[in-house]
């Protein structure tokens, strides 16, 4: 008689990817609560919305980061492709002095092609997304410096620029709701890509991809092309946020950027995308951007030194990912 062997029991804590989404909603309530509790000024108007115009940017610069890091990849260029966006929108607007409207595709376009070229980079060539994204993260830095000639580029003779963020068509309609549009543009490009990845087909590649790579090739799939277009998808988006970002300063930045894709990792993370890929949703990427947006406030209005938050927001990502890790040795 042969003995079989029965499977491991894993006896460690479980937590699923719903669970860990309303842990970080939980979270979320909880800062509101404290800070409001602390600081009288935490839920006054304007402050609640420096928080949401905050959002507003590491929130779409988050939703690009879910789609790659969904795959299984990283891509640590999103802050730099961002101010290289910034510029192009410089560029077009300010030196060559073409309508709005151009500036906005342009800008855009600017960022669906460094994200092509990320996603062939680490798709054709096969270099592994953290040194791909790691060099383009370079590349677009110093690009951005030599494109502006180092020097800040301002938008004062675009009419309406400033408005794609700060101005508030809510505002214009009920004065009471003086919500940002940058808000809205947040929730515009969160519901588009909620929208991708359950409904369409790259979508389901996107997720396909992170959960098993070699299953989808073996299938007949042709993996580099999705794989190219969820980097391109991610591109555009962080076309979106240099528009954002500019807007709201009114000047495309080139020195600004690098360290933005910190806070969007960690966004991602807190909201219960998994690292290792296959898992993710837009939802929670968009609560773990409120939480470093919500933390970094509070903080900021204790009159918390600023080198103490980082510990704060550095050690809530690595609980994050603890969580991560639990609810992976439960499936």
């Not at 997304?129 to 590349?139: E, N, R």
């Amino acid at each position: 008689m042969t003995d079989t062997a029965a499977p491991a029991q894993n006896t460690g804590p479980r937590i699923s990817g719903a669970f860990h989404r309303l842990l970080a909603f939980s979270g979320l309530i909880a800062l509101v609560v404290v800070f409001s509790l602390a600081s009288p000024n935490f839920m006054q108007t304007q402050n609640v919305l420096a928080i949401l115009q905050a959002t507003s940017v590491n929130g779409v610069l988050a939703i690009a980061a879910t789609l790659v890091i969904i795959t299984g990849g990283i891509d640590l260029s999103v802050g730099t492709l961002m101010t290289f966006c910034a510029v192009i929108a410089g560029v077009l607007l300010t030196y060559l002095g073409l309508p709005l409207p151009v500036g906005v595709v342009g800008a855009i376009l600017a960022g669906v092609c460094c994200g092509l070229v990320s996603g062939v980079v680490v798709a054709k060539l096969k270099v592994p997304p953290f040194i791909a994204t790691l060099g383009m993260m370079l590349i677009l830095k110093g690009l951005s410096l030599v494109i502006s000639s180092t020097k800040p580029i301002y938008f004062n003779d675009t009419p309406g620029f400033t408005q794609i963020s700060s101005g508030s068509i809510v505002g214009s309609i009920f004065p009471a709701l003086p919500i940002p549009n940058g808000v809205l543009i947040l929730f515009g490009v969160a519901l588009l890509a909620a929208f991708v990845l359950t409904k369409t087909a790259l979508g389901r590649y996107t997720f396909a991809l992170g959960s098993n790579e070699e299953a989808v090739r073996l299938s007949g799939v042709n993996v580099d092309r999705w794989k190219i277009a969820v980097y391109a998808a991610a591109g555009g988006i962080c076309g979106v946020a240099g528009l954002l970002i500019a807007s709201r300063l009114n000047s495309a930045q080139p020195a600004l950027g690098q360290g933005y894709e910190l806070d969007a990792i960690a966004a991602v993370v807190i909201g219960g995308t998994s690292l290792a890929g296959g898992r993710g949703t837009i939802l929670g990427t968009l609560i773990g951007a409120l939480i470093i947006s919500v933390l970094a406030n509070g903080l900021r209005i204790l009159s918390v030194p600023q080198e103490w938050q980082t510990v704060v927001t550095g050690a809530i990502i690595i609980l994050a990912v603890y969580a991560d890790i639990l609810r992976r040795r439960s499936l």
